[in-house]
T-cell receptor
Framework: EDKVVQSPLSLVVHEGDTVTLNCSYE??????LLWYKQEKKAPTFLFML????IEKKSGRLSSILDKKELFSILNITATQTGDSAVYLC???????????FGQGTELSVKP | DGGITQSPKYLFRKEGQNVTLSCEQN?????MYWYRQDPGQGLRLIYY???????QKGDIAEGYSVSREKKESFPLTVTSAQKNPTAFYLC????????????FGPGTRLTVL
């Protein structure tokens, strides 16, 4: 059965810390991996990763994919309270647009 | 503004009643999706539709029904057969060709009393 597993499930840090969120997957026909940020409401898109070893970067956030080891990490440097959210990892397994989501990592950044 | 709208934001219903959640998009996307989110869990797919007048069951379709009569609209009905309907419901849409990202609406929080 296809699955996506995120770790840790929750994390509490202080402003200025650097955090690494993990996402591992087992899918039959990998097409892409996506990261979303969810603050109470709609998940907002962060990154789409398709190729191994190529880092995607946006400000203090960055992400990389390892297709050999079947995982991805999301890094956030110099965290701010506005980074507090649930971060969702999802994999497109090339079955008509369906995404398989992990459980999410709840990040709390304390002042 | 282009985007996805869901209504209502909050919905309360008595047990045994059917309820319909609205989802509209003006992004000209072919594909639309319904997810359910429970506390501490990721999103689980209920139904999805790649084109008008066609839709497929997701992982947890029992107790739900959908229709896709227009490209812009994909309403979800939560029927009385759904045993635990209280949840946060998210609608999403995407292109259908190539590598595509799903974009989400703001969600509807349904509480069944």
């Amino acid at each position: 059965e296809d699955k996506v597993v995120q770790s840790p499930l929750s994390l509490v840090v202080h402003e200025g810390d650097t955090v690494t969120l993990n996402c591992s997957y087992e899918v039959t026909n990998f097409r892409s991996l996506l990261w979303y940020k969810q603050e109470k409401k709609a998940p907002t898109f962060l990154f789409m990763l398709t190729s191994s070893g190529i880092e995607k970067k946006s400000g203090r956030l960055s992400s990389i994919l390892d297709k050999k080891e079947l995982f991805s990490i999301l890094n956030i440097t110099a965290t701010q309270t506005g980074d507090s959210a649930v971060y969702l990892c999802a994999v497109d397994d090339n079955q008509g647009g369906k995404l398989i989501f992990g459980q999410g990592t709840e990040l709390s950044v304390k002042p | 503004d282009g985007g996805i709208t869901q209504s209502p934001k909050y919905l309360f219903r008595k047990e045994g009643q059917n309820v319909t959640l609205s989802c509209e998009q003006n992004l000209n996307h072919d594909a639309m999706y319904w997810y359910r989110q429970d506390p501490g869990q990721g999103l689980r797919l209920i139904y999805y539709s790649q084109i008008v007048n066609d839709f497929q069951k997701g992982d947890i379709a029992e107790g739900y029904s959908v229709s896709r009569e227009k490209k812009e609209s994909f309403p979800l009905t939560v029927t009385s057969a759904q045993k635990n309907p209280t949840a946060f419901y998210l609608c999403a849409s995407s292109r259908r060709e190539g590598l595509y990202t799903q974009y989400f609406g703001p969600g509807t929080r349904l509480t069944v009393l």
